[in-house]
């Protein structure tokens, strides 16, 4: 059983910064695909970022991509969603999400959010203009 706990939401203006953090508990050695989604009210829920443990590559949405950073410290079995230049339609319920894939072409940000394993229970964003 792997258990992921988000922390890191808040409400902040446009062109603000916030660091989201997963912090990955359980048998955290099994998974090797890191991702984060998100929900807004009314929409479908939409892939942000994906890092791979095992070559550190990563994968963002065009949405968030040049604004959002994904990261992994092994050490301390967390990971990171820096995300700067915020605007109002990144607000949204932030999840983190966790796998172990066999390929690593399929730890994109395109993973649908009921294709993870383990995800959290989220985190909330808010960005006001």
């Known amino acids: 059983q792997v258990i992921l706990v988000e922390s890191g939401g808040d409400s902040v203006q446009t062109g603000g910064s916030l660091r989201l953090s997963c912090v990955v508990s359980g048998y955290s050695y099994s998974t090797n695909c890191m991702g984060w989604f998100r929900q807004a009210p009314g929409k479908e829920r939409e892939g942000v970022a994906t890092v791979y443990a095992d070559d550190g590559s990563t994968d963002y949405s065009d949405s968030v991509k040049g604004r959002f950073t994904i990261s992994r410290d092994n050490a301390k079995n967390t990971v990171y969603l820096q995300m700067n230049n915020l605007k109002p339609e990144d607000t949204a319920m932030y999840y983190c999400?966790?796998?172990?894939?066999?390929?690593?072409?399929?730890?994109?940000?395109?993973?649908?959010?009921?294709?993870?394993?383990?995800r959290g229970k989220g985190t909330q964003v808010t960005v006001s203009s």
């Open positions: 999400a966790a796998d172990s894939l066999y390929f690593p072409v399929q730890c994109t940000a395109l993973r649908g959010a009921d294709e993870w394993t383990y």
